[in-house]
């Protein structure tokens, strides 16, 4: 069974950083595409970033620059780091592992809230 676990969320004030850590345990192979979601209330879970195996990412236009999403494959670990964030950037974000196109399933955390405001 595959658990993903996040952790870094938290508050901060407007243009201020933080670092988001998604931790997998089980069977999570490094062809799995790593991703970084997050979903306000009342809205569509939207993608954030998301990273391929041989590290190609691909990232929301909302946060394009401000964001970086990164993995350590060694240790089933995916990260976002995000700088200058915005009061609209507040929501719950959520980590997946995607392995569908390798005969994997797609996986997801529970959540880490994260709130921007002054």
């Known amino acids: 069974q595959v658990q993903l676990v996040e952790s870094g969320g938290g508050s901060v004030q407007p243009g201020g950083s933080l670092k988001l850590s998604c931790a997998a345990s089980?069977?999570?192979?490094?062809?799995?595409?790593l991703g970084w979601y997050r979903q306000a209330p009342g809205k569509q879970r939207e993608l954030v970033a998301a990273?391929?195996?041989?590290?190609?990412?691909t990232y929301a236009d909302s946060v394009s620059g401000r964001f970086t999403i990164s993995r350590d494959n060694a240790k089933n670990t995916v990260f976002l780091q995000m700088n200058s964030l915005k009061p609209e950037d507040t929501t719950v974000y959520y980590c997946?592992?995607?392995?569908?196109?390798?005969?994997?399933?797609?996986?997801w955390g529970t959540g880490t809230l994260v709130t921007v405001s002054s």
């Open positions: 997946d592992a995607d392995g569908r196109h390798v005969g994997g399933g797609n996986y």
């Open positions: 089980g069977s999570i192979f490094s062809d799995y595409v």
């Open positions: 990273i391929t195996s041989g590290g190609s990412t």
